[in-house]
């Protein structure tokens, strides 16, 4: 099955950026969707971002919607999220998540392979 793994999470003042990165196995469909969500402590797992297989359409939460960015490189199985102005209220464990469609999905419930998250943390 799909492998995932996170990297680039630590510690930024408020305001600072961070880069996050997912890469996946070489086992990884051909036509799939990935998917960023986090969770704070004490909160559910939420929705970050999205992007469809082709890399052409991304969607975001309202709460991260112009200060994030996803991107995907598909020949190196990667994709990543630039965060920038980051705020105490992003604190959160990041997940990187794949299915296979060709639409972008905003659920984790639609999501069929996970990483095992990575921490970010944004002082005041």
């Known amino acids: 099955q799909v492998q995932l793994v996170e990297s680039g999470g630590g510690l930024v003042q408020a305001g600072g950026s961070l880069r996050l990165s997912c890469a996946a196995s070489k086992r990884t469909f051909s036509r799939y969707a990935m998917g960023w969500f986090r969770q704070a402590q004490g909160k559910e797992r939420e929705f970050v971002a999205t992007i469809t297989w082709s890399g052409r359409t991304a969607y975001y939460a309202d709460s991260v919607k112009g200060r994030f960015t996803l991107s995907r490189d598909g020949a190196k199985n990667t994709v990543d999220l630039q965060m920038n102005s980051l705020k105490p209220e992003d604190t959160a464990v990041y997940y990187c998540?794949?299915?296979?469609?060709?639409?972008?999905?905003?659920?984790?419930?639609?999501?069929?392979?996970w990483g095992q998250g990575t921490q970010v943390t944004v002082s005041s």
């Open positions: 998540a794949a299915r296979q469609g060709v639409s972008y999905y905003v659920s984790l419930a639609e999501y069929d392979y």
